[in-house]
């Protein structure tokens, strides 16, 4: 049996392992959410969309005869990741997730931990600031609940519709991103306080460091629960987990 591997996508490792999976030949195909207008271009095959649930994913990996799946998407995309779980385990296909380790705070941070986004949105209660949202695009309208702060938001591609907060400003960029940059950032725009998920890695853990050096709080949001996986966070564990299920397999 030949491998045929689904990456379930939309972070830098996923981009990484993409090219070491290319690299070695493997037959492979990306999937991305398609949250994002401009992905960047990868040297595997690419399918963009959800896949209707567990159910459909099931049908998918049995139409497109998968053998191997791995999970490298964001850690906050929990849903994907419980569908994954869910019909791996239903079919007997190896999973494993590619997964960044959380950020641990150091000496100096000063985080108010919250489990979900509505408890960022409860932390915000109270007189106007200048606020570092920096929590991608999906979730943005809780935050109306607190009109009185300045918002800035930095977003992979400009928002679809109006957005219900009534002082922001935008910044379209992509990381990963520079500590001194963001510094420079964050004073220039006179941030009071950095909302942020623990997403893990390092292209986005600019915002913290630098939030650090100036002494500003930051609330961070909690990872919401995954079920129980084999987990690695490096690619070459997972190259190494492909080798080894691929012997198990007879190849």
């Known amino acids: 049996m030949h ?5 379930l996508g939309g972070t830098t490792e996923a981009r990484a392992l993409a090219r070491a999976v290319a690299k070695r030949g493997l037959r492979a195909t ?19 969309g ?3 649930g567990i159910k459909g994913l099931r049908e998918w990996l049995r139409a497109e005869g998968i053998t191997h799946v791995i999970d490298a998407t964001h850690p906050f ?15 007997s296909v190896p999973l494993i997730a590619l997964a960044r380790p959380q950020w641990q705070p150091l000496a100096g941070d000063a985080w108010t931990r919250v489990p979900d986004m509505a408890g960022a ?9 200048n606020v570092m949202l920096a929590i991608g695009r999906q979730n943005l309208a809780a935050f109306a609940a607190q009109p009185q702060h300045r918002y ?14 009534p002082r922001t400003e935008i910044i379209i960029d992509r990381g ?22 623990n997403s893990g890695g390092n292209g986005a853990y600019a915002k913290i460091a630098a939030a650090r050096a100036l002494g500003l ?27 080894h299920a691929r012997t198990d397999l007879g190849v």
């Not at 995309?77 to 079919?91: E, G, K, L, Q, T």
Request: include cysteine; charge should be negative.
């Open 217 to 243: 709080p930051v609330v961070m949001i909690d990872r919401p629960a995954c079920p129980p996986r084999n987990e690695v966070t490096r690619v070459d564990e997972v190259l190494d987990w492909l080798d």
């Open 3 to 7: 491998a045929n591997l689904l990456i």
């Open 30 to 48: 990306l999937s991305l959410a398609g949250r994002v207008e401009r992905p960047l271009r990868q040297p595997l095959p690419q399918r963009i």
């Open 152 to 165: 800035l938001l930095r977003l992979v591609d400009p928002p679809e519709a109006p957005l219900p907060l």
């Open 176 to 197: 990963p991103f520079d500590e001194a940059a963001d510094r420079a950032l964050m004073q220039a725009q006179e941030i009071e306080i950095v909302v942020s998920k």
């Open 77 to 91: 995309a929990a849903r994907i990741s419980h569908n994954a779980v869910a019909a791996c385990a239903a079919d």
């Open 121 to 129: 949105v409860a932390a915000l209660d109270g007189p106007a600031r």
């Open 50 to 52: 959800g896949f209707g």
